[in-house]
């Protein structure tokens, strides 16, 4: 886990590529909202429950990605609804990585009603075990993940303590092999 | 004595009996793939009399396995197959991906291409929401309201072939810019076409919105308030009715939309009609968002930058959104250093639109199920990717 | 001699002659007229596959016209629908909708497969959800390639179909 930490790590550093570069480019980013303020929403998470449970893996500007165990993540979400003001979840993902034996559960949240808000996106994110995936669901708190969930648990195998339906949502009722997203599923031909 | 036993045996057998026919009074329907009133979609409803006390969607018939094909083509060749999803409005989908490659592998696009960018993004909206207005008229059985906007249609996408080659899948964002540039004279074409728009837009008004039998069926139907909006977290044009003003364009400028000045257009009754209305609006101040594109375009330039032929960047992770026809589009991409992603996750608005779909339902009418599905602007094949 | 003519056997020679030159005869004009009609007015299944479905609905608008040749999109039900456009691809889930809505269509019904999707595969060929072309489950009549093919040759894969009705035989 701790080489794929640095990895991301050095994502946000990024070196320049070889391709050409025009100087008469404009600049994508706004300039009224720089890293202080996400450094400030992350220093809040941080102060209120401490450097082991919530670990940043980085602070760009407009979007932060915070890491925690998944037992925890329920009071994490809970603070971050009710005093940072972060009010659903734009999408509920899974990646799998093989290779250190952990499937990665990751929140994009973001808000509607706050207006500083409204341009950052949170990224919660949890790991769990590949072979006993579960972890508590966050539709009570997010009431916007409900369809996102169904579909990890169905894709990558990931079941939702909580969440009333982890059934079979867009595969074929026949469906009968692996959840498909798992990188053991290979494609016909490749 | 044995008359009054008579009597409540008689009165017992009778409230069973009532009560084996309440049981039954649920009928199930089953609104499926073929279906006049359904796209390729289903949803299962329970009616009792004429109102819905139960649905459940079920998505799927179009899921074709788009995040996990991406990870076995490289960055420009994922391309092709994920405009598919949305066919007729193509350029948006690839524009968010294009986005994210971007950022992932630091490649930074020519001042000319990001306005031609915008300018595609712009008329494919155009594109997509007359289709979205025509076949909500095949919903509600107004055949005017299918041909005229097909009509018109096709004159915006006479101008999307000139400028990319192909009707409606134009794989023409790339990362990196886009294919190729504008060919001559295609600017006077373009305003001649919104000009033109612009008065059919006022025939529209009159003609469809206007309409007392189109009011009926919509206003004050399938209402979502505010509060309800935002916890179920909807996006696009269903958000904008509900009186939450919120547009990516706006709140996340990407490329050139921090010189662009347009307003945000919003409702603040989100019912039906309020749904069917905000697309509108949204096409009238889309003209006036071409015009100035038009006026602000640097007259050279390059459109592309030059990559190697596989491009990749180092290992890292990117989250990036347009707004398309239907609300926010956002693609997650995880690279892992190599030429191609080692995950690629979408967020369609149709998938998150569709939360609203059983809330709105349960309660209302049989008969207002078309207006309520149809104007939550939910596009199947994107929703099931 | 009339007495010959009217012998049962002779009697029934008489008819079944008949009956061949009146076949002869009717078959030729009749099978015309009745294939004239079906090729007139054949009705598509309001059935949406995929993708492809956009340029069936362009095709339907007032620039390509396709109702000038009688195929209207009929609102009613399917049991008096007799073509079958299966627009793009067919998934796994879709797959055995689409056979029941094939074999609930009353004779004769035509089949048309639109797109590169529901001819081969296509473009999605190696998803674990697609069905390699649609000609497995169902009999196909005039496959139009494209992805997606432009609405004029969509319309020339209907006159393809008339084609074919043309020249077939009535049962």
Redesign the interface.
């Known amino acids: 886990m701790s080489s794929d930490q640095s990895k991301t790590q050095n994502g946000s550093e990024q070196k320049k590529s070889s391709s050409d570069l025009t100087p008469t480019s404009i600049s994508k980013k706004t300039e009224s909202i720089t890293p202080q303020f996400e450094g400030s929403l992350i220093n809040q998470l941080v102060t209120r429950f401490g450097d082991k449970l919530v670990q940043v893996i980085y602070v760009r500007p407009g979007r932060t990605k915070i890491l925690v165990p998944p037992n925890e993540i329920v009071q994490v979400a809970s603070f971050i609804k009710d005093s940072l003001g972060f009010d659903h979840a734009e999408s509920v993902s899974g990646t799998d990585y093989p290779n250190d034996n952990q499937i990665e559960v990751i929140y994009h949240l973001s808000s509607y009603s706050d207006d500083k808000l409204s341009s950052q996106i949170l990224a919660l994110s949890t790991r769990v075990d590949r072979n006993e995936s579960r972890m508590p669901t966050l539709i009570n708190i997010f009431r916007s993940a409900e369809y996102h969930e169904r579909e990890t648990f169905e894709m990558l195998g990931v079941y939702f303590e909580g969440h009333p339906r982890n059934e079979r949502f867009l595969l074929p009722e026949d469906w009968a092999d692996i959840p498909p997203l798992r990188k053991e599923f290979r494609i016909k031909g490749r | 004595m044995e008359n009054e036993q008579r009597i409540d045996e008689t009165i017992s057998r009778g409230l069973e009996i009532v009560k084996e026919a309440e049981e039954d009074r649920l009928m199930t329907l089953s609104v499926g793939p073929q279906h006049p009133g359904s796209g390729h979609f289903r949803f299962t409803i329970k009616v009792d009399g004429d109102y819905i006390v139960y649905c459940d969607p079920d998505p799927g018939y179009v899921h074709r396995g788009e995040e996990k094909m991406c990870e076995y083509r490289n960055f420009i060749q994922n391309i092709p197959h994920l405009e598919r999803p949305v066919i007729h409005d193509s350029t948006n989908i690839t524009y968010s991906y294009s986005l994210a490659v971007e950022e992932l592998a630091n490649i930074q696009v020519p001042l000319r291409g990001q306005y031609i960018r915008a300018l595609a993004s712009e008329l494919n909206r155009q594109v997509y929401t007359l289709y979205w207005l025509g076949i909500y008229g095949i919903f509600l059985g107004h055949s005017t309201m299918f041909m005229w906007p097909i009509g018109d249609r096709e004159l915006f996408i006479d101008l999307l072939e000139a400028l990319t080659g192909a009707r409606v899948t134009h794989a023409f964002n790339i990362p990196g810019g886009v294919r190729n540039d504008m060919p001559d004279g295609f600017e006077e074409r373009c305003l001649r076409q919104v000009a033109y728009f612009e008065k059919r837009l006022a025939e529209y008004e009159d003609i469809f919105y206007n309409n007392p039998l189109f009011r009926q069926r919509t206003e004050g139907v399938g209402i979502l308030t505010k509060d309800d909006a935002i916890k179920l977290g909807v996006t696009g044009s269903v958000l904008r009715a509900s009186g939450i003003p919120f547009d990516v364009r706006k709140a996340e400028p990407y490329d050139v939309y921090n010189e662009i000045d347009f307003k945000i257009q919003y409702m603040k009754t989100g019912d039906s009609y309020a749904r069917s209305t905000v697309p509108f609006l949204d096409m009238k101040e889309s003209c006036h968002i071409i015009r100035e594109l038009l006026d602000k375009m640097p007259k050279s330039g390059e459109v592309r930058a030059k990559l190697q032929p596989n491009p990749k960047g180092p290992a890292g992770e990117s989250y990036k959104r347009v707004e398309s026809g239907r609300g926010a589009l956002g693609y997650y991409i995880v690279s892992d250093g190599t030429p191609k992603p080692y995950r690629v996750k979408l967020s369609v608005g149709s998938f998150r639109n569709m939360l609203a779909l059983p809330f709105l339902l349960i309660g209302s009418k049989l008969a207002d199920m078309p207006s309520i599905y149809w104007s939550l602007n939910y596009w199947p094949v994107e929703a099931d990717r | 001699m009339m007495k010959d003519l009217v012998n049962p056997t002779n009697f029934n020679i008489m008819v079944g002659k008949l009956g061949d030159v009146l076949t002869r005869a009717l078959d030729l004009p009749l099978g015309y007229a009745i294939n004239w009609g079906r090729i007139w007015s054949l009705w598509p299944?309001?059935?949406?596959?995929?993708?492809c479905?956009?340029?069936f609905?362009?095709a339907?608008?007032?620039?390509y016209d396709v109702e000038r040749f009688g195929i209207i999109e009929a609102?009613g039900s399917?049991r008096q629908c007799d073509l079958i456009v299966v627009q793009g691809?067919v998934?796994?889930?879709?797959a055995p909708?689409l056979r029941m809505?094939y074999d609930q269509m009353p004779d004769p019904k035509y089949v048309i497969a639109m797109g590169a999707c529901a001819i081969t595969g296509g473009?999605?060929i190696?998803?674990?959800?697609?069905l390699p072309g649609v000609d497995g489950i169902i009999p196909v009549d005039v496959y139009v390639p494209g992805?997606?093919p432009?609405p004029e040759t969509l319309i020339q894969g209907c006159m393809l179909l008339q084609e074919k009705i043309k020249r077939s035989k009535i049962r």
């Open positions: 299944v309001h059935l949406e596959t995929a993708c479905s956009v340029e609905g362009a339907s608008g007032p620039r609102f399917l691809t998934t796994r889930k879709m909708r809505v473009l999605y190696d998803s674990y959800n697609v992805c997606p432009r």
